[in-house]
């Protein structure tokens, strides 16, 4: 099995017959090639020192929002917060540590208080800095957000119920947000809920 982060998520192209051993040596290559262009270009003054570290954060990144045009302005908020000695408090680093590749395979919207309190390297609520690897494979656009991020003063993010997350600069904003997003899980709950209580619709009779 492959280092975590040792592979470029990509469309490729092989032919029959190929080795899966040659994919991956692919897929390695186009990561080293990719990772050197983009260390290259990146901005000065990130608290990543290292091309390894880069892709450790671009990981994180990545777990954390699907959308694709809130990467830099997430990468921002983590590099803010390591250039403050501030915790990442990163929730897929609770699971990656706890279960491994595993975690994104499982179907759960909510962490829960005894995955945070378990004893777990990678759990960024209880280390400081960087955890010592990977969580997933990153890729180009997280790795892109991480070396060139959003330059904002933001500190904090929470999900807004709609995919997407709301950003503040203060912990008092943040704490605002958040008791917004818990209302909106009550209510969706509550939804899921009135579904499950509702009868099934009666189905059609079968001819012969």
């Not at 975590?4 to 029959?16: D, K, N, Q, S």
């Amino acid at each position: 099995v492959p280092e975590e982060g040792a592979l470029l998520p990509e469309t490729y192209t092989f032919t029959r017959g190929t080795s899966r051993q040659e994919l991956l040596d692919q897929m390695k290559k186009a990561q080293t090639k990719l990772l050197a262009e983009i260390w290259d270009r990146r901005a000065e003054g990130l608290p990543v020192k290292t091309p390894e570290e880069l892709v450790i954060l671009a990981s994180i990144v990545e777990k954390e929002t699907a959308k694709a045009d809130e990467r830099p302005r997430v990468a921002g908020v983590f590099v803010n917060r390591l250039n403050r000695n501030m915790r990442l408090e990163s929730d897929p680093t609770i699971l990656y540590g706890l279960y491994g590749g595993e975690a994104w395979l499982k179907d759960r919207s909510a962490i829960k208080q005894s995955e945070k309190a378990a004893d777990n390297k990678y759990n960024t609520y209880q280390i400081s800095g960087l955890p010592p690897g990977p969580i997933g494979n990153p890729g180009r656009a997280s790795m892109e957000a991480v070396a060139n991020p959003s330059r904002t003063k933001e500190l904090f993010f929470v999900a807004n119920g709609d995919g997407g997350h709301v950003f503040s600069e203060t912990y008092e904003q943040h704490q605002a947000n958040v008791v917004k997003w818990r209302k909106v899980e009550r209510e969706k709950r509550k939804r899921e809920q009135e579904a499950a209580e509702q009868p099934a619709a009666e189905q059609p009779a079968q001819s012969n």
